[in-house]
């Protein structure tokens, strides 16, 4: 039994170093889990052990392949011999038509072993996902398993037939993820469980560097912007239900305490003035930071209701007001930064980033949209090409807004490196790290005006 | 309870619940381990089903406390009836003053809300807390004690401790963060949206009417939905009332018409079912 303790102390180790809590605790349930259920069924084993450890649904994406890792299917390759490649896409286009699960693990298996190995000294070799999916292409086999599926009839004629084609691609995508497992515990035999598991599993997604992510986790993060905008809009209303207790009005204290005969009984609290604060949103939505503009301003458009306006506008060194684009139920998350960079002016006569020349354009063509009431956000990294930062813009915009803010994706080292001109701006606006959508979560709630 | 994990889905399947692997293992554990299950998914995929079947098969009393917000101690945890100790201090005259109080605060004047209920009973209990984050914060603190040592105080009678564990079941629709405190006192379970073939089965089971071929439709439909980029996708709830109302229209084979004028059993938003007729290219006719 020692060893299987042994294992679950190393695969929460693993976890925990992706940011997964678990403490003490639950380690020991997770081994009477263990216990309980016994070793001879692994899918069981898995839920067993995602259920006493894992707090959360979004942490399920690191325990499963961690949990590959630790408690791997298999010890080696599988049986038999090498198996060439036509006979593979063979046997894969009729586990793809059938919809066979078990079988495309096992031709995962077998094709990680014949197509994926490299290198040839022990000390430099190992297994690609990468290699074995270039050679196989699962994706080309498309066309052959619809006729395949079609010609049997099982797809049913008529109006489900149109839904093959995505539920195929679907399957394919299922087989690359499972090559990727089997090729990451592959290496993990020969490398040690402990390094893969720290490196090749990604983190969640909103661990995810916003300048790094890419397109899958980028459309991750745009699903989970409705659920964590209900979250904040929570967490905003109890600020504001604390905000509203708040000084004492001794005047009306002392008022209504005339009534007891000059004793205050009951202490009066000033009211304060139902305002709805405003937002006015800068978005630099140049290729750089796209990604961290985009999820910003579909994040702060599902929070509109909490605020009396929001204005947002887009920039790459012209500025144009995109408010209209982000309007509830227009809104499709996937198109929004083709429909801005398509419908809005935002670029002159070059296509890079200006701040100087667009945060001018700003002052002088909407400096109207900042008033007392108003709290600005300024989204970008601040690299200006080299060209004027134009400080004395941003200065009448600060000075004339109630608070302003700089949200920045890159992490705080680089900051005046190379084009940045975070230092400078930095004087002038609080500017704050802002590069994973935990971060930003944490700083929307700490800074959105209520 | 239950003498291993096929036990659990098979009694389960008796009275109507069919359970997922991952359902059915956590449900044994949590009776084994004695912890109870917190369970979060979308709406309509079973959370609250879940109790009661659990309920049903351990031919246990199923106490259910609806969290909402502003729930408080009074309605989840016990409440003195003022009423009846007026009455008993105006009823008994000649008694010493001290007589009365230890008299008014006994449990003959207690009046038990669910998670008391739940905990003082000798018979077998399965207590469910609904809608766990409709509740406030505070209100998470007062299940701690519950959750963790089956136990609640009440400062003029003492601590109540549960003779018989109760199998307690909280469900969550995640729209608050509920803190790391709870979570880490429950065994976590997340119930998605079933495979295919589960969907069929759970299809079959509740509208048996309906022909296998048009059931399997009905589910690929429904999974494709899922997959869009909707504000609301189908649960598993709406996949039972689209084969209900296929049923009652007489339709044998889904086609265009059907779907395009059944889909507002499926999706409750226009611009979701815009979106969906365009995908489905329904439009065509």
Known sequence: MSDVAERITSLVGALRAHGVRIGTGESVDAARAVETLGLADRELLREGLAATLLHGVGQRAVFDPVFDLYFPRGVGGPDGGPADRAALRDRLAAALAADDPAALARLAAEAVDGLGGYGSSP????????????????????????????????????????????????????????????????????RGRDEIARRAVRPTADRVDFLFANRDQLAELRRAVRPLARKLATRLAARRRRAARGTIDLRRTLRSSLSTGGVPMRPVLRRRRPARPELVLLCDVSGSVSGFSDFTMLLVQALHDQFGKVRVFAFVNRLDEVTGLLDHGRADPEGLGARIRAEATLTGWHGSSDYGAALGEFAERYGSAVGPRTTVFVLGDARTNLSDPNLPAVREIAGRARRAYWLNPEPRAQWGTGDSAAPAYAELVEMHECRTARQLSGLVARLLPV | MFTSVDDVSARLAETGYLASPAVATTVFLAARLGKPLLVEGPAGVGKTELAKAVAQVAGARLVRLQCYEGVDESRALYEWNHAKQLLRISAGRDESWDETRTDIFGEEFLLPRPLLTAIRGDEPTVLLIDETDKADVEMEGLLLEVLSDFQITVPELGTVTATRRPFVVLTSNAGRELSEALRRRCLFLHIGFPEAELERRIVRLHVPGLGAALTASVVRVVGALRAMDLRKVPSVAETVDWAHTLLALGADTLDEAVVQDTLGVLLKHQDDIRKATAKLDLETL
């Open chain 1, 123 to 190: 000390e430099s070799d190992g297994w690609s996902a990468y290699q074995t999916l270039e050679r196989l292409r699962p994706q080309t086999l498309l066309a052959r398993v619809r006729a395949d599926v079609r010609g049997r009839g099982v797809s049913g004629a008529g109006f489900t037939d149109r839904l093959l084609d995505d539920e195929l691609r679907r399957r394919i995508e299922e087989f690359r993820r499972l090559v990727g497992a089997e090729a990451r515990r592959r290496v993990a035999e020969r």
